[in-house]
């Protein structure tokens, strides 16, 4: 019973982590997206450089971190739009005990040119 007890417990921190992890993703994204239109996103380096950098103050891992700026519109002139996508591969603290499958996290952020 004790194992059972123990096993849920486990469960309950990993996905604690998974949902943080997906909320420092998020707002990585929203600030690359900020980044990308004060700078008229002529800088997607730049961006994905902000968006490790926010990211790493809060994850201990950012070298997995993948984050692309996209125009859907086409520039970056306005009214057009820019989308700012970042992923993530989390891998659970649980397959040191288990195994437990890798997950890959997303996130998006989009903004319009004013």
Do not use: C
């Not at 004790?2 to 994204?29: C, K, N, P, Q, R």
């Not at 820019?82 to 989390?90: G, I, P």
Request: hydrophobic share 45%; glycine share 8%.
């Amino acid at each position: 019973m004790i194992v059972v007890i123990f096993t849920v417990v486990f469960w309950v921190f990993e996905l604690g982590w998974l949902m943080y992890t997906y909320s420092v993703l998020a707002d990585a994204a929203n600030e690359g997206v900020r980044h990308a239109m004060v700078h008229s996103g002529g800088d997607p380096a730049g961006t994905q450089a902000k968006v490790k950098t926010f990211a790493g103050t809060s994850l201990h891992n950012v070298s997995a971190i993948s984050a692309s700026v996209t125009f859907p519109d086409g520039g970056s002139a306005p009214p057009n739009r820019v989308q700012v996508t970042v992923t993530y591969t989390y891998i659970p603290y649980l397959p040191k005990f288990i195994t437990a499958p890798t997950m890959k996290t997303y996130a998006e952020g989009r903004m319009v040119a004013q």
